[in-house]
DNA sequence: ACAAAAGTGTTGTGTCTACACCCATGG
DNA sequence: CCATGGGTGTAGACACAACACTTTTGT
């Protein structure tokens, strides 16, 4: 580290992209804005923007986030880094490196859709969808992370209201993994983990306007699973 | 993301910054060097720096790993991304965003301590020891990490040489974990797990020069570990 | 003979899976 | 009364921690 030349080399920008995850009717949404000028107009890509001089990436991304979801507490929701993304032809202009993060939402009020975005929407997470820049692999690596995280931390307790039913709940393991879970177990094994959910005393919901009313719940202090909520049939386990 | 004017905010700087860990005589050592100038001259430090122009920051860590280590084959070795460490105080010249890297050796070559520093070293881990910048943090993440990595994949043949024993194997976790593990029973576990190691047919090492010689295994295909080899006592376990 | 390290066996405890079954509500 | 979703119980399979025991080497 020598460097004492600020303007030795060409520039480097540094920005953030955002992964902004949430469940709409029981699918798996993403945020995404249509670009409005070259290059990729018309296309869509994930939100984010550049580090402002005394900005860190972490500041950066919730600034963003707030203003690209019109939210006005933005303060409480989960937000981590996923990775950065330096390859040197990212962008045509010139050198991006992008810092990514991901953010989990409960609700999924309508975007605002300002700034320098076309629009910005909720659509359904879509693997094959095509998006501008990398961004493509940057929605993949964080849908792969945030269903890993899943597994062995109350991450899922995100995506759910301030109250919500197991069965709200298992539903976020599902519709992230793509898999079915048994209810009986996932409820025992919430439960037992000490801390994850705490009920709320005698709070009850209809859910699906028919059946039995479902306990509420709310996240607990737990931020660690142990022992972990392994998602199954990963060729794992053999007959 | 506008931007067309490259040189309209002050401009970033982005380094790589690496976290080498090796094992030295059972205990956990890591890659340090020398600062030669201000700031921090005379400190400690994680070796890293600037991306060149048309660099990856996984290209330049590599680079970076290669001309501080003085080894000559870094292509197999194990290098992954930690996290990009941006706040705008870390570095008092300048504006750096420092994407951290960490890599894994088995054997521990003296390093070369050429470039800019004074010299470069192994050192044993110590996470009470001072670093120049934020390094004592970035450590402090890439060992946390690590840990928790040897639970769910099989890096942990990333700190033995190409042929190793299990007794080898099981001083890495023991000694990333800093708590003892029962033999027999993390025999069986690796042994148990499909393609995690491979036995060498035939061969054999005295490992303590007393004691029964070791069957030798190599660095199977598997990359993840199902079901996990979680670490004891992270009190989750009661009684 | 003894110490040290590798390797095998066994047993109890706990956890997970897979179901069968009951409860409450709306149509 | 039936469909739908919430909630409880239970038996078998499996995995794991703990510890006793055997084997092979060096001193």
């Known amino acids: 580290m020598q460097g004492y030349d600020k303007y030795a ?11 902004v995850l949430t469940l709409r009717a029981d699918t798996l949404h993403v945020l995404l804005v249509e ?43 989960h937000l981590e880094q996923l990775r950065t993304y330096s390859g040197p032809d990212r962008d045509p202009r010139m050198r991006v490196v992008s810092v990514a993060f991901t953010a989990l939402l409960p609700d999924a009020p309508e975007p605002h ?11 359904p997470y879509d693997p094959a969808r095509p998006l501008a820049f990398d961004h493509e692999r940057i929605l993949a690596d964080a849908h792969e992370r ?17 109250e919500f039913t197991l069965g709200e709940l298992q539903n976020v393991y599902e519709t992230v993994w793509g898999v079915a879970l048994d209810r ?17 005393p005698g709070a009850a919901r209809l859910t699906g306007g ?19 909520l392994l998602r199954p049939s ?5 007959a």
């Open 184 to 200: 009986p177990n996932f409820r025992r094994k919430v439960l037992a983990t000490p801390d994850f959910v705490e009920p709320v």
């Open 9 to 19: 080399f060409e520039p480097f920008a540094v920005t953030v992209d955002l992964a």
């Open 146 to 162: 945030v269903g890993g995280q899943l597994e062995y931390s109350c991450l899922a307790t995100a995506f759910c209201p301030p």
């Open 210 to 228: 028919r059946g039995k009313p479902a306990a509420l719940y709310r996240a607990g202090t737990a931020t660690a699973l142990h022992p972990p």
């Open 35 to 77: 670009r409005g000028q070259e290059p990729y107009a018309g296309q869509w890509a994930l939100p984010g923007g550049f580090l402002l001089p005394r900005e860190s990436a972490e500041t950066a991304a919730r600034r963003e986030l707030a203003e690209e979801t019109g939210l006005s507490d933005v303060s409480g929701l």
């Open 113 to 123: 859709g300002g700034g320098d975005a076309a629009q910005a929407r909720w659509l």
């Open 234 to 238: 990963r060729e794992g386990r053999p």
